[in-house]
């Protein structure tokens, strides 16, 4: 399924030298592209930045939980929120 969002943002390919390191730091794990809390808040690049490192600190500071554990986890929340994936 395409993805298609009618929130405006930066594309992967930005001129925006701020965004774009911001892509590169922020890259998903499988697919190589940057995550998309941080696209769908790529025009506010600061926040986009802080929203990834919360997410960054909450998932290092989980313990008990394996990678593949977590990601089911994250999976069956933005399931039961209506996320399309």
């Given at each position: ?60 500071a989980t ?23």
């Amino acid at each position: 399924m395409v993805w298609t969002t009618w929130i405006e943002m930066e594309p992967v390919d930005t001129a925006k030298e701020e965004v774009a390191k911001l892509y590169n730091r922020a890259l998903d794990r499988t697919t190589g592209r940057p995550l998309d809390i941080v696209r769908l808040t790529s025009l506010t690049p600061r926040v986009a930045g802080l929203l990834y490192d919360l997410q960054e600190a909450v998932s290092q500071a989980t313990e008990g939980l394996t990678l593949r554990e977590k990601e089911i986890a994250a999976l069956l929340v933005s399931t039961y929120n209506g996320c399309v994936h």
